[in-house]
């Protein structure tokens, strides 16, 4: 599905609609507090590398471009590039290439006048392809979940801050309302150096993760814990 005139005006509608709840979580981020460049981190599993990901944020007009590549041992890859309005921060689009094994599932989602326009072609291995529409008239404005780590780096964080905000899993075609709550401050040893870090919780999400983000401005990202199970992302040089 390309992406066209009106879905790239698509934003600016929802925003016009939303009610001042609904807008609350976008007025605590700025954007310019965050180093959102893409970057490369290592997965470890179990004490060992097992893949790793690559993550950017891209300013393109009055849009940002959201790009995401996550490898996982032994047969896990997943590709997603996201468009959200620079303003307002909803999505706009997301595209994303989830492959596991011999099985393959490629999202096609546009946002267009408050509504989710898409379809997910599902490849089971081994069985016959099948097209889901997965479009909803009227679907609540949301962030999408592929931006949440540049979100995060554009928080005023500090000791006792927290934010909630209902953030879009493409995934599981599902909206979540999440926590992002400040779990105190700790010191980051990673490939690309040691850190000074707030500790951010994400909090009722799938999966829960602890986000690692500089004390030092501009904010940028140097570890994710996925909570309850023994893996982590770290910064690479």
């Known amino acids: ?13 929802l925003s016009a609609s939303a009610t001042g709840d609904e807008a609350s979580w976008r ?25 790793g ?9 009055n849009t940002y471009v959201i790009r995401d590549r996550t490898e996982m041992n032994p047969n896990i890859l997943e590709t997603a590039t996201g468009v959200i309005d620079a303003r ?13 094994g011999g099985s393959r599932n490629v999202f096609d989602l546009e946002w267009q006048n408050g509504a989710l326009i898409g379809e997910v072609r599902i490849s ?13 008239a009227e ?13 995060i780096a554009g928080l005023p964080l500090d000791a006792g801050y927290s934010v909630d905000l209902p953030w879009y899993n493409t995934l599981s075609n599902s909206i979540e309302n999440i926590t992002l709550a400040h779990a105190g401050f700790e010191t980051v040893e990673t490939p690309a150096g040691t850190f000074e870090t ?4 994400i909090q009722k999400g799938t999966p829960e993760n602890m986000v690692y983000v500089t004390r030092a401005m501009p904010q940028r990202i140097v570890r994710i814990d996925v909570l309850g199970r023994p893996m982590h992302f770290e910064r690479l040089p």
Request: contains cysteine; charged residues 25%.
């Open 53 to 61: 990901m690559t993550y950017g944020w891209q300013r393109e007009g």
């Open 124 to 136: 089971p291995e081994g069985g016959d392809a099948r097209t889901v529409d997965v479009s909803n």
């Open 27 to 51: 007025s605590e981020i700025d954007m310019k507090r965050a180093d959102m460049n893409r970057f490369s981190m290592r997965m470890i599993n179990e004490g060992k590398d097992a893949g």
């Open 139 to 151: 679907h609540p404005a949301s962030a999408l979940r592929l931006s949440i780590f540049g979100l």
């Open 198 to 201: 707030h500790k951010v919780h």
């Open 1 to 13: 599905m390309k992406r066209t005139g009106l879905a790239l005006m698509c934003a600016t509608l």
């Open 88 to 100: 307002t921060l909803l999505p706009i689009s997301n595209d994303i290439d989830f492959a596991m």
